[in-house]
């Protein structure tokens, strides 16, 4: 099964680990959901945010 990585660099989708890691988020399960990661990553974000104020109360 490969594993896909979204390039926060060039905004491209690439299959395997091929960018320097500073430079990918994933591993996705597919190219699709790849090509989602921005807004992949802002719900998880949005998510985390909203998990860590409720645990301030």
Same mark, same amino acid.
């Given at each position: 099964?490969? *594993?896909?990585?979204?390039?926060?660099?060039? !905004?491209?989708?690439?299959?395997?680990?091929?960018?320097?890691?500073?430079?990918?988020? !994933?591993?996705?399960?597919?190219?699709?959901?790849?090509?989602?990661?921005? *807004?992949i990553i802002a719900e998880?974000?949005?998510?985390?945010?909203?998990?860590?104020?409720?645990?301030?109360?």
């Amino acid at each position: 099964m490969s *594993e896909w990585w979204y390039n926060t660099r060039t !905004g491209e989708v690439e299959e395997g680990m091929k960018s320097p890691v500073i430079d990918r988020a !994933g591993p996705f399960s597919s190219r699709e959901e790849a090509l989602r990661a921005p *807004e992949i990553i802002a719900e998880r974000s949005r998510l985390w945010a909203e998990e860590e104020a409720s645990d301030e109360r």
